[in-house]
């Protein structure tokens, strides 16, 4: 992995960490080689927020299957971007093999699944989360999961963007997360707020909490 690293330019001859190396190091939720190659080789500077974060959704995509496999991106703004994340990662994949990592290129390149592509861009578009299910044969929650993953990604990448001084991407970052935030998807837990949360702020544990002196439980609903 170190031959890989020094050729990919994360550390010198030296083994001692670079400015990609450094970029790498923000990123835990996805593959941080082939987030650092979309950074530096200038594949985000045209892509508005909404396509960045699209994109994103490769690194952060469900499980695998016959129909993700074999999913086409239809939105035409993504096309252009998803190839280029495609050859970057052929690129990554083919330097793990000159440097004799033990690696399935076609495999490695297939893990970066377009299958959410559309629909997060519609999410991103404002679309409903009722309407957004219609477009995939997901369960709810993977999709929510999903989601959350990535709003997590596009704060590693603002992150990655500070530390590089690029003021342009750490707005759309920004912007991407706040699009993301938004509908039911990331509505606040009523059970966890109730169960978790005293009055005065402070957490709890679910089996062992008490409800405070100056707490009034309120039902959210006749008969609750």
């Not at 939105?75 to 994949?93: C, H």
């Not at 399935?104 to 297939?110: C, L, N, S, T």
């Not at 999961?145 to 991407?169: F, N, P, V, Y």
């Not at 759309?172 to 966890?192: E, N, T």
Request: proline share 2%.
């Amino acid at each position: 992995m170190r031959r890989v690293l020094r050729r990919l330019g994360h550390t010198n001859s030296d083994n001692v960490i670079e400015l990609k190396g450094r970029i790498a190091c923000e990123v835990s939720t996805a593959d941080e080689l082939l987030i650092t190659e979309l950074i530096f080789t200038g594949s985000l500077a045209e892509l508005s927020a909404e396509q960045v974060v699209s994109l994103m959704s490769c690194l952060v995509a469900l499980e695998r299957n016959a129909d993700s496999d074999d999913a086409k991106v239809a939105t035409e703004e993504m096309r252009a971007p998803v190839e280029t994340l495609q050859a970057l990662a052929k690129r990554i994949g083919t330097v793990m093999l000159e440097s004799k990592m033990p690696i399935d290129m076609e495999e490695y390149v297939k893990t970066f699944s377009v299958q959410l592509v559309d629909l997060v861009f519609e999410w991103c578009r404002g679309k409903r989360f009722v309407d957004l299910m219609l477009m995939t044969k997901q369960y709810e929650g993977s999709i929510i999961r999903m989601l959350h993953r990535l709003e997590e990604l596009m704060r590693q990448l603002l992150s990655a963007a500070k530390t590089i001084g690029d003021a342009e991407l750490e707005d759309k970052c920004a912007r991407g997360g706040a699009l993301l935030r938004r509908d039911i998807v990331f509505a606040a837990s009523l059970y966890l707020d109730d169960v978790t949360t005293g009055a005065h702020g402070k957490r709890r544990g679910a089996a062992s909490a008490q409800p405070d002196a100056d707490t009034v439980a309120v039902p959210t609903a006749p008969g609750i």
